[in-house]
């Protein structure tokens, strides 16, 4: 059986399905930060900066100590898009 898609209330886009991000790509706005998709899944949102990529491959799982450092933050579909044109490198 199939899970509802999760959604969000958001404060620009209405209800909207629910994406999940790391905090600092949600407070940069002065830099491009990386943006590392975490899910091959296309229906999956979620995506960290290079920092928390890093971190995690450090860590080697999402430990206690790397959670607080990602400041998980949850954002809707079209300001997950906004946030993956602002932060991704180019090629």
């Known amino acids: 059986m199939n899970e509802p ?3 969000i209330l958001c404060g620009t886009h209405g ?3 629910a994406a ?3 905090g600092h790509m949600v407070s940069a ?3 491009v930060l990386g943006f ?3 899910s091959s899944d296309p229906d999956d949102l979620q ?3 290079d920092d928390c990529e890093r971190a995690f491959l450090e860590e080697g799982e999402m430990t206690p100590a790397f959670q607080r450092s990602h400041a998980m933050k ?3 579909d079209l300001c ?3 946030l993956r044109e602002r932060h991704a490198k180019a090629p």
Do not use: L
Request: charged share 20%; net charge positive; aromatic share 8%.
């Open 20 to 22: 999940v991000v790391c």
């Open 36 to 38: 590392v998709e975490n």
């Open 80 to 82: 997950y898009a906004r």
């Open 47 to 49: 995506a960290w900066c």
């Open 74 to 76: 949850v954002v809707c």
């Open 5 to 7: 898609t999760p959604t």
């Open 15 to 17: 209800t909207r399905t």
């Open 29 to 31: 706005t002065d830099r």
